[in-house]
Nanobody, 117 residues
Framework: QVQLVESGGGLVQAGGSLRLSCAAS????????MNWFRQAPGKEREFVAA????????YYGDSVKGRFTMSRDNAKNTVDLQMNSLKLEDTAVYYC??????????WGQGTQVTVSS
């Protein structure tokens, strides 16, 4: 059982950068694969990025590959998403998700990212 709280969202101009953080409570954080998803108004929830328990492996959705970087710090129970070269279509609510080793997981409440022209 973990609780996740995202932070770092806000308003940024196209071409700019933001860094999102997800803070986790719970004593088994380091056992979880961590993920970022996003959902824009009127659209399906979209996979953004994932990282394994050790931080040694990452992968990204095609729409953000080369622009976003995910990392984790198990000592601090946090995961980050560095977002560079932001585009208007990156505007969405971004959600942190902790995947249990046995399947399923836990969602954060989300943080709004708005990219302006």
């Amino acid at each position: 059982q973990v609780q996740l709280v995202e932070s770092g969202g806000g308003l940024v101009q196209a071409g700019g950068s933001l860094r999102l953080s997800c803070a986790a409570s719970g004593r088994s954080f380091s056992s979880y694969a961590m993920n970022w998803f996003r959902q824009a108004p009127g659209k399906e929830r979209e996979f953004v990025a994932a990282i394994n328990w050790s931080g040694g492996s990452t992968y990204y959705g095609d729409s953000v590959k080369g622009r976003f970087t995910m990392s984790r710090d198990n000592a601090k129970n946090t995961v980050d998403l560095q977002m560079n070269s932001l585009k208007l279509e990156d505007t969405a609510v971004y959600y942190c998700y902790a995947g249990k080793p046995s399947g399923g997981g836990y969602w954060g409440q989300g943080t709004q990212v708005t990219v302006s022209s």
